[in-house]
């Protein structure tokens, strides 16, 4: 087991966690997220599980910014509202963060800078002012401010510097040994600095590492290695927060493996650019936020009815309108099961996890070319924005299967022919699934349209073809529901009263706080949902089940409005709309409040 | 590639709907020679059809073909080209399509470069929808939506093309088979780009813009001192409000597609049973 981390002894503890909370916050544009990203990577090096988490723009006014990173040697998968280590380089981050700073928790700030003179640290909290500037100069550069606090950092926390330099090695390496040399240097002076200046004893922090190896990465990120993985070549996209980094991360890496990322001039040119891809024959994607959703709405009816594979990522992001770009939020569920005129067949799946960002991405390649059907593939602000650590052995490419569906070859076409031995692209057989032949295979030339066509691709008004047609398409649906398991992740007791039902981001903060509500004797049976459609059938657990809470991130309950459709039970809804995600004591406390009414509950 | 493929072999069983008489006919038929002459056949050549009387050529033609929504057809060819360079890729519809809904991204295909061909049907009028003004109508054209015409100055699709790089910019008008085929066909072999504004009446709704009109009006710049190379040149004669021409108007004798500047080769569909040689590098990454 862990060694707990010590408080500074002088003053009560009132917490005795096994998890550190640290955070470096100021403005945007001072580096914060790649300083935060090398400590996390320091610790993630070291043997430490990582979570983390970004503030953007301000609860006061805009600018600040912070990274913050919640580490132990267990697990963590939540944010939880303690900070017991800061990096203020502004006095503001200190004022957005009061609420998370505890006693005994400790301020690095550097006294000399003239916003950060008359800093004195609230009562109880330990100021540890640092000449930040003055020492990084005195490495090479003033540009090194924020390593000589990371120094300083590893002091505080009694964390091997070798453990940050490796990370550091990782970031600047490709610049040149002389500034890998310097950014060591950089934090020696912020270490040494500490070392002299103040008594370790004063604040007591002290990190455990171990051997483990993990590996270090956000949803989106998973999302496009789980693309490559799963042979996506081609991608386009249009810049949105916070789909950006699915597009960013694969240029350049999908090139390696033979493929190309465009940057469309819109989202209609994104997704129909990655139609036509996927008409051609590639496994094709286009990632985007929900004003890119809501543009590509009308193409993606013509991606389902011309029965073309792709996979369109919506990584969720606060609405409507332009909303709240840099905030969490899960109100697209409604656009996504029933967006578009018209009705249009499709599926829907939704990762709860960052790991499965990866394994539902592959899933999702697999499941278009199956059933030749766009399908939405639903992520959220929380975890494209969270940095989290697995063993490498969860990505295990070995196991990554492909399943390109019925794709038929030059010498495969006969069954598929009509009288006139033409290629029947709409055939429809008896599950719904039709032949498909990619441009180029002879024999197999064919069109298809997004007005109602025939066998052949071509355009009619035949009210039986019509019919016809659109039964195929709902079969295929159909055919899905019965082929897939479209199951469920499931924790605590399964014989509990409280059944919770989250999707998205939520099971995380939901699972740990299924620890705090275990402690106050509340059990309960967490159903994460991953497949949002078709969907697993709810109505036993929920029968079964003397209170179901739904927890969501939306002002109506769009997923509890889905369930009680299901399973024609009311539900009791925990939703948050703040822009914030959960965190688990929040979110034990309120579901044991609406269990049994107010009651607060402490991590 | 076989080189005995005819250019009746492009043509579906299906027989045309448009008004006898429609323009389209002319287009398309140059437009399926053009294929043919330059080697391709239906099984390596791919059309993407806009929405409109125009967009109806992808059921009128065999090849692969996709029918898609309205205004979107371009960004639809420069993923099948990107995806598998191997396709001959030819994009067509109408002049609401490319320069109205789809204006913006007629000026980011022109940008891109991408190594294919767009044959726009340009009636000056919006035949499917029955009559209403197009980005290319002259300002005093009556029609159902502008009773005294649309008082807005028409989009030069050539101007456009030439401001945004294009790299080889024509102009053909559908009954004159022969030179629209040789243009098309130009078109298609340009290593880019091949951007073909063809006039192509409308029978039914336009009886301005008409047969006659063209006819009369229309100046061969084969017939011209013209030397389409000369970028100045070609700005001269874009500009020129006076008058109609035909003929490659700007062609960039050095445009490298974006396909080459991108290197791209391998065809896209080739998927491997598994994730990727080398794919656990991905993960290594994350270390
Ligand atoms: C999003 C959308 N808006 C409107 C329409 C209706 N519509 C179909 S074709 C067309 C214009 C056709 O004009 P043009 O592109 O010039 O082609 P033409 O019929 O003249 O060949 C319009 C407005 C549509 N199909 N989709
Ligand atoms: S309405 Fe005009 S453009 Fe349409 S088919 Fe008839 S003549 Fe051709």
Redesign the pocket.
């Known amino acids: 087991m862990q060694k707990p981390f010590r408080r500074w002894e002088g003053i009560g503890s009132r917490y005795m966690a096994d998890d550190l909370n640290w955070a470096i916050g100021g403005e945007a544009g001072d580096g914060i997220n790649s300083t935060g990203k090398i400590f996390a990577q320091a610790l993630s090096r070291a043997g430490r599980h990582v979570f983390t988490s970004k503030d953007f723009a301000s609860r006061i006014r805009g600018g600040y910014t912070a990274y913050k990173v919640r580490n132990a040697v267990e697990n963590v998968e939540s944010v939880v509202d303690r900070l017991d280590v800061l990096i203020a380089l502004t006095q503001r981050t200190v004022e957005e963060n009061m609420d998370e700073l505890h006693e005994g928790s400790v301020i690095i700030y550097d006294g000399e800078r003239t916003m950060m003179e008359d800093f004195e640290a609230p009562e109880g909290m330990i100021g540890l002012s640092v000449p930040l500037k003055r020492l990084a100069e005195d490495a090479g550069g003033a540009i090194m401010q924020n390593i000589v606090a990371l120094g300083a950092a590893c002091e505080v926390t009694n964390f091997p510097i070798e453990n940050l330099d490796e990370a550091l090695e990782k970031r600047f390496g490709d610049k040149g040994e002389s500034i890998v040399r310097n950014n060591k240097e950089a934090a020696r002076l912020g270490e040494e600095y500490v070392v002299e200046e103040i008594d370790h004893e004063d604040f007591g922090y002290d990190i455990e590492t171990t051997d483990a190896d993990y590996v270090l990465l956000n949803g989106d990120e998973a999302i496009g290695m789980g693309a490559i993985a799963a042979g996506c070549r081609f991608y386009s996209g249009y810049p949105i927060t916070p789909a950006t980094d699915v597009m960013e991360y694969l240029t350049g890496r999908l090139e390696r493996y033979g493929g190309h990322v465009v940057q469309a001039e819109d989202e209609l040119a994104a997704i129909n650019m990655a139609l036509g891809a996927a008409r051609a024959g590639a496994r094709a994607m286009t990632a985007t936020s929900g004003p890119g959703i809501d543009l590509m709405t009308?193409t993606f009816g013509l991606v389902a009815t011309t029965e073309t594979p792709l996979v369109i990522c919506d990584v969720m992001r606060s609405g409507p309108s332009t909303g709240m770009p840099t905030k969490q939020e899960q109100g697209d569920l409604d656009a996504l099961l029933y967006g578009g005129h018209g009705e249009v067949p499709r599926l829907v799946v939704a990762p709860t996890t960052v790991a499965e960002c990866f394994h539902k991405t592959i899933e999702a390649f697999n499941l278009a070319e199956r059933y030749q059907m766009p399908v939405y593939l639903v992520s959220d602000l929380a975890m494209a924005v969270t940095e989290q650590t697995y063993p490498p052995e969860e990505f295990d490419m070995d196991a990554v299967e492909i399943d390109r569906g019925n794709l038929v070859g030059e010498g495969e076409l006969d069954p598929w022919l009509n009288d006139s031995e033409q290629f029947q692209p709409h055939f429809p057989a008896a599950d719904g699934i039709s032949p498909r032949t990619l441009p180029g295979t002879a024999g197999g030339a064919h069109m298809t349209t997004g007005l109602e066509h025939d066998a052949l691709g071509r355009r009619t008004e035949d009210s039986e073809v019509r019919v016809e047609q659109v039964d195929k398409r709902t079969q295929k649906v159909r055919t899905a529901e019965e082929e897939g398991e479209w199951d469920y992740r499931e924790f605590g007791d399964p014989d509990a009263d409280t059944l919770v039902l989250s999707w998205g981001s939520n099971e995380g903060a939901m699972r740990e706080g299924m620890a705090l509500l275990d402690e106050e004797s509340i059990d309960v049976r967490f159903i994460s949902v991953p497949y949002l459609f078709p969907r697993p059938d709810l109505t036993e657990a929920v029968e079964s089940a003397e209170e179901v809470i739904v927890v969501e991130c939306n002002a109506t309950g769009q997923f509890a409005d889905v369930i009680e459709y299901d399973t024609l039970e009311r539900v009791k809804r925990v939703n948050k709309y703040t822009g914030v995600r959960f965190k688990a004591d929040e979110l034990a406390t309120r579901i044991s409040e609406e269990l049994e009414g107010p009651q607060e509950i402490t991590p | 590639m076989s080189s005995d493929v005819r250019f009746i072999d492009f043509k579906s069983d299906k027989q045309p709907t448009w008004c006898p008489g429609c323009g389209?006919f002319g287009t398309m038929n140059g437009m399926m020679k053009a294929l043919a002459n330059t080697g391709n056949d239906p099984d390596n050549t791919f059309i993407v059809a806009?929405?409109?009387?125009?967009?109806k050529i992808g059921t009128y033609m065999h090849s692969y073909a996709l029918h898609g929504?309205?205004?979107r057809a371009l960004p639809v060819g420069i993923g099948v080209k990107t995806a598998n360079p191997d396709l001959e890729v030819m994009v067509s519809?109408?002049?609401?399509?490319?320069y109205?809904?789809g204006a913006g991204h007629f000026v980011h295909a022109v940008r891109r470069n991408v190594d294919m061909s767009y044959v726009v049907?340009d009636?000056r009028?919006?035949?499917?929808?029955k009559g209403q003004f197009?980005p290319t109508s002259r300002e005093d054209f009556e029609t159902a939506t502008s009773p005294e015409g649309p008082k807005q100055a028409p989009v030069n699709p050539l101007a456009l093309a030439l401001s945004a790089g294009g790299t080889f910019i024509a102009q053909t008008f559908s009954s004159d088979a022969q030179r629209h085929t040789e243009i098309v066909q130009e078109a298609v072999e340009h290593d880019g780009f091949g951007f073909v504004n063809v006039y192509s009446p409308?029978v039914t709704f336009n009886d301005v813009d008409t047969y006659d009109y063209f006819r009369d009006t229309i100046v061969d710049l084969d017939e011209e001192d013209h030397d389409p190379t000369d970028r100045d040149a070609a700005a001269e004669r874009i500009t020129d409000p006076e008058t109609e021409y035909q003929g490659v108007i700007y062609r960039d004798e050095d445009s490298v597609p974006y396909g080459d500047l991108h290197d791209l080769g391998s065809n896209m569909a080739d998927v491997p049973d598994g994730a990727p040689e080398n794919a656990t590098d991905l993960v290594r990454e994350f270390y």
């Open positions: 009308e | 389209d806009g929405i409109g009387c125009s967009g929504v309205h205004g519809g109408g002049d609401g399509d490319g109205s809904i049907m009636n009028i919006y035949g499917l929808t197009s409308c």
